[in-house]
């Protein structure tokens, strides 16, 4: 409550001031304090909490001892009890990270990134499950170039020698998964450093095809042997939507991972879906990705999101040349590109859903499992074992007559990555929970609904993705929600891409990449396609509606 009051009250001032410095000399005035005391005040307020917190946690502990002796259900003695060891009280960082290509990293603050952001608008992603969206991918055109050049102009020598010895004629099949991530990696980098984009050489795509099956075929594998809802430790990154964006996707990375070896890093990764579609590099991202799996198993985590669906990133005739489907067609052909988005999607089917961190900081793509009254077990329902992993995640009719059990799996599975946090709190049911903009049956989930779940699950915050934000980040819900977006220039927008890291004191800090402040130099006509700039295309041609979807092996 202490940290709730103070905070408004600054963030009140704030949002007065018109500008940076009228805001930080507003909220110096108001509390005759310089900014160095208002940080130190911050920290006495988050301790004050953090003790608030433990005393709760113990009042907690002693009336469950009482109501097992009451019961009769515990023969041991309160003296003699033993209690699990506790997770840390988190608390949300005031201070962000904020990078940038042109300039050196500095630290900003949330007040002035609010302050900054007065009166701009969020932007709304306009998906829903049943593909209604009635507008092509802004991205610029044709995202993966063929060329018949040489080979030195797509990556090192040695690099491609490599790669190819992992075709399916040379055989190289016996390659230890390790061997074959390792390589994966360095001609995805090799490529991207030569022109910050992707050229594929004609001779080159077979071994290309070979390798992503076999990194699905093995990523599969490890997947399976995972839950629906992982449990992770601290220090952990995690990361929000990518959509096909390699460029933020390895900046991040590239600057995170220590020496560019999971070995000498401390961190986890944490991916919360929405790998593919819109972006110009959905395979490159998806491979790389998977690469980073098939590597580090134990310290790189993919969950799923509403794209990593095969009605949504098999949409054609919704996202013309950003669907990933139409995008894997471009470069294999109808049948083989169709193919290999079979194999794809099936990896996709065997993604968690969700994940707890340090059993407090829970994480998703979309948002909270919606809630109806009774008990609330939606945290125990998802550590179930047998909870099924779906082809698709739209509900299904005759599934909700016949199989009421695997309906309601199928339903928190379409909230964890389909649901968003309303943007008011009017307009909700009695448990918080209202209609989503989006349609489709999808759910808004306000205040009451999140306080609700953290509390009745011991939980603390929530970290989700889903929604494109101006910077890349949002806090909402009372502080308690972190809308994380991975992908800076989302369809020619000029917004940042967002990272977040939960580290094991408990703090939980943001950084953000923000666009450059100059027009990026318009791309290269490709097969054809029309110039894009300013970082966005005309809209393309739609690509021809399928006839009947084909659903994944």
Same mark, same amino acid.
């Given at each position: 409550?202490? @940290?709730?009051?103070? /905070?408004? !009250?600054?963030?009140?001032?704030?949002? @007065?001031?018109?500008?940076?410095?009228?805001?930080?000399?507003?909220?110096?005035?108001?509390?005759?304090v310089t900014l160095e005391q208002i940080n130190k005040g911050w920290n006495e307020i988050e301790k004050a909490w953090s003790e608030i917190e433990e005393e709760k946690r113990k009042l907690q502990e002693e009336r469950q001892q009482l109501e097992a002796q009451k019961d009769g259900s515990s023969s041991t003695p309160a003296t003699q009890h033993t209690t699990p060891h506790s997770p840390p009280s988190f608390h949300l960082s005031p201070e962000i990270l904020v990078l940038s290509d042109t300039e050196k990293p500095k630290i900003e603050f949330i007040v002035d990134i609010l302050t900054r952001n007065r009166g701009r608008?969020?932007?709304?992603?306009?998906?829903?499950p049943h593909g209604s969206f009635a507008g092509a991918s802004s991205f610029p055109p044709s995202p993966m170039e063929?060329?018949?050049?040489?080979?030195?102009?797509?990556?090192?020598?040695?690099?491609?020698?490599?790669?190819?010895?992992?075709?399916?004629?040379?055989? $190289?099949?016996?390659?230890?998964?390790?061997?074959?991530?390792?390589? #994966?990696?360095? +001609?995805?980098?090799?490529?991207?450093k030569q022109r910050n984009r992707f050229v594929h050489d004609v001779h080159n795509t077979n071994v290309l095809r070979a390798v992503v099956e076999r990194l699905c075929n093995w990523v599969t594998q490890l997947c399976k042997q995972e839950p629906v809802m992982l449990k992770l430790p601290a220090p952990i990154y995690v990361f $929000?939507?990518?959509?096909?964006?390699?460029?933020?996707?390895?900046?991040?990375?590239?600057?995170?991972?220590? /020496?560019?070896?999971?070995?000498?890093?401390?961190?986890?990764?944490?991916?919360?879906?929405?790998y593919v579609d819109r972006g110009p590099? !959905?395979?490159?991202?998806?491979?790389?990705?998977?690469?980073?799996?098939?590597?580090?198993?134990?310290?790189? +985590?993919?969950?799923?999101?509403?794209?990593?669906d095969w009605q949504v990133n098999g949409d054609e005739s919704n996202y013309g040349d950003g !669907?990933? &489907?139409?995008?894997?067609?471009?470069l294999w052909g109808k049948a083989e590109g169709e193919e290999m988005w079979n194999v794809i999607n099936t990896t996709f089917k065997e993604l968690p859903l969700c994940a707890v961190v340090e059993d407090s900081v829970f994480c998703c793509h979309g948002g909270i499992p919606r809630f109806t009254g009774g008990t609330d077990n939606r945290r125990e329902i998802l550590a179930t074992l047998?909870?099924?992993?779906?082809?698709?995640?739209?509900?299904?009719?005759?599934? #909700?007559? #016949?199989? &009421? @059990?695997?309906?309601? /799996?199928?339903q928190m599975a379409f909230d964890l990555v389909w649901s968003d946090p309303s943007d008011t709190e009017e307009d909700l049911d009695e448990w918080g929970f209202g209609q989503n903009p989006r349609g489709g049956g999808i759910k808004v989930f306000g205040q009451k609904a999140v306080q609700n779940f953290l509390t009745n699950n011991n939980l603390q915050y929530v970290l989700r993705a889903h929604q494109e934000k101006n910077d890349g980040l949002k806090v909402s819900k009372h502080a308690r929600v972190v809308t994380i977006f991975s992908s800076s220039g989302y369809c020619g927008h000029p917004n940042g891409a967002g990272v977040v890291f939960v580290s094991k004191d408990g703090s939980i800090r943001m950084m953000m990449k923000t666009v450059p402040a100059v027009a990026p130099t318009p791309v290269?006509?490709?097969?054809g396609s029309p110039d894009a700039t300013n970082g966005a295309s005309q809209a393309p041609a739609l690509a021809q509606p399928p006839g009947k979807k084909a659903q994944p092996k």
């Open positions: 409550r202490f @940290r709730q009051i103070y /905070f408004f !009250s600054v963030l009140k001032n704030v949002m @007065r001031a018109a500008g940076r410095a009228e805001a930080l000399e507003s909220v110096t005035k108001a509390h005759n608008p969020d932007f709304r992603e306009p998906d829903t063929l060329e018949d050049d040489t080979l030195a102009h797509i990556a090192s020598q040695g690099t491609l020698q490599l790669f190819a010895q992992m075709g399916p004629s040379s055989g $190289g099949n016996t390659s230890s998964p390790q061997d074959v991530a390792k390589k #994966t990696i360095e +001609y995805l980098t090799d490529n991207w $929000g939507d990518i959509h096909g964006n390699f460029a933020d996707l390895f900046y991040f990375t590239k600057n995170l991972i220590h /020496f560019d070896n999971f070995s000498y890093t401390a961190h986890d990764f944490l991916f919360l879906g929405d590099f !959905s395979l490159e991202c998806v491979a790389y990705l998977f690469a980073l799996k098939v590597l580090n198993p134990q310290s790189v +985590y993919l969950l799923r999101g509403n794209h990593e !669907s990933f &489907k139409y995008q894997l067609k471009q047998d909870f099924p992993k779906f082809n698709t995640f739209t509900p299904q009719a005759k599934e #909700t007559e #016949t199989d &009421k @059990r695997r309906a309601t /799996f199928r290269q006509q490709v097969n």
